[in-house]
């Protein structure tokens, strides 16, 4: 009997062991497949971060290094005063540039959820300008912001409207700035998402709105923006920490002026890390930029259980 027992238990032990080593080999097989992303991820983003906040310790100058432990992160708070008005003129172009994005995107989106004729030329209408490198993208505004012979200002002098300097001048730079990012981004990635998530919208929603007498406002204002909450929430996220770090169009259009009128965050680390050479600093600044949109981010997530809601909470 107990070699019967024993017989009767040998194929259930192989098979455990044959599936634990079909296992083990499909694991060895998935990790081969990933090393490239993990060696790049070691390489070029991990490495240099764990670089970077080593040299956010040392007054670093390509040529010098010197440990002085927090300095970089002191004098970014008490003796630098573009440190504050660098991130005080971010946070402005944010708090401006991501609601305004999200409206014209929403939209835009609404309009080419219709179903009209010619609908896929349309959306690939809106969605060219966001296929725009972002130099040329700057320097075609530029142009376009010119004041004397730039079109925008020749327009506005035929209805009688004297248009201003734009980018030479410290009131209407940011307004420039902020209108040229959402050409190349009100009709992008923002729209389109946008558009996959009203598409998204279970039919059965509106028609029970319809039902209980709803129009077409309280349909859009109790059943769309309920439903499209997730898809809001994730683009705000990915708006926020985009218009935090602004930086090819401050840099290729204005350079931070007019009198520092566009000296954003990501501005002012690239000129102390690639033009004064001051390495260790420009580190600590990342590291403060990091914590920013650290902080905006896990406010976000907080604040989102209050107003996101998802398929099955709209159901019940």
């Given at each position: 009997m107990a070699g019967e027992s024993a017989t009767l238990r040998l194929p259930a032990f192989f098979k455990i062991s044959s599936l634990s080593r079909m296992r083990?080999?499909?694991?060895?097989?998935?990790?081969?497949?990933?090393?490239?992303?993990?060696?790049?991820?070691?390489?070029?983003?991990?490495?240099?971060?764990?670089?970077?906040?080593?040299?956010?310790?040392?007054?670093?100058?390509?040529?010098?290094?010197?440990?002085?432990?927090?300095?970089?992160?002191?004098?970014?708070?008490?003796?630098?005063?573009l440190f504050w008005?660098?991130?005080?003129?971010?946070?402005?172009?944010?708090?401006?540039m991501v609601p305004s994005s999200l409206i014209i995107s929403l939209t835009c989106a609404l309009l080419l959820n219709q179903g009209l004729r010619l609908t896929a030329i349309y959306r690939t209408l809106f969605f060219l300008p966001s296929l725009t490198p972002a130099v040329a993208m700057a320097l075609l505004w530029v142009w376009f912001f010119q004041p004397q012979f730039g079109p925008l200002?020749?327009?506005?002098?035929?209805?009688?409207?004297?248009?201003?300097?734009?980018?030479?001048?410290?009131?209407?730079?940011?307004?420039?700035?902020?209108?040229?990012?959402?050409?190349?981004?009100?009709?992008?990635a923002t729209m389109v998402i946008f558009l996959a998530g009203l598409q998204g919208i279970p039919e059965e929603l509106y028609d029970a709105a319809k039902i209980d007498g709803a129009n077409r406002w309280q349909k859009f204002a109790f059943v769309t923006i309920p439903a499209l909450s997730p898809t809001i929430f994730f683009n705000l996220v990915l708006g926020i920490i985009?218009?935090?770090?602004?930086?090819?169009?401050?840099?290729?259009?204005?350079?931070?002026?007019p009198a520092y009128a566009t000296w954003f965050y990501v501005l002012h680390l690239y000129y102390n890390g690639f033009r004064y050479f001051e390495m260790g600093y420009a580190s600590a600044l990342a590291w403060l930029f990091f914590a920013v949109v650290l902080i905006f981010t896990y406010i976000q997530f907080r604040w989102a259980g209050r107003w996101v809601y998802y398929e099955g909470e709209l159901r019940e």
């Amino acid at each position: 009997m107990a070699g019967e027992s024993a017989t009767l238990r040998l194929p259930a032990f192989f098979k455990i062991s044959s599936l634990s080593r079909m296992r083990r080999r499909e694991a060895i097989a998935g990790y081969l497949w990933i090393s490239p992303w993990i060696i790049g991820f070691l390489v070029f983003v991990l490495g240099p971060m764990l670089m970077s906040a080593f040299l956010s310790f040392n007054n670093y100058t390509i040529v010098d290094r010197k440990w002085i432990g927090i300095a970089n992160y002191v004098r970014a708070f008490t003796g630098d005063d573009l440190f504050w008005l660098s991130l005080s003129k971010t946070l402005i172009y944010a708090g401006i540039m991501v609601p305004s994005s999200l409206i014209i995107s929403l939209t835009c989106a609404l309009l080419l959820n219709q179903g009209l004729r010619l609908t896929a030329i349309y959306r690939t209408l809106f969605f060219l300008p966001s296929l725009t490198p972002a130099v040329a993208m700057a320097l075609l505004w530029v142009w376009f912001f010119q004041p004397q012979f730039g079109p925008l200002n020749y327009l506005l002098g035929l209805v009688g409207i004297p248009g201003p300097s734009w980018l030479g001048d410290a009131r209407w730079a940011m307004v420039a700035l902020v209108i040229m990012a959402l050409w190349g981004t009100a009709g992008g990635a923002t729209m389109v998402i946008f558009l996959a998530g009203l598409q998204g919208i279970p039919e059965e929603l509106y028609d029970a709105a319809k039902i209980d007498g709803a129009n077409r406002w309280q349909k859009f204002a109790f059943v769309t923006i309920p439903a499209l909450s997730p898809t809001i929430f994730f683009n705000l996220v990915l708006g926020i920490i985009g218009a935090l770090k602004v930086f090819t169009p401050a840099y290729i259009a204005t350079d931070g002026g007019p009198a520092y009128a566009t000296w954003f965050y990501v501005l002012h680390l690239y000129y102390n890390g690639f033009r004064y050479f001051e390495m260790g600093y420009a580190s600590a600044l990342a590291w403060l930029f990091f914590a920013v949109v650290l902080i905006f981010t896990y406010i976000q997530f907080r604040w989102a259980g209050r107003w996101v809601y998802y398929e099955g909470e709209l159901r019940e």
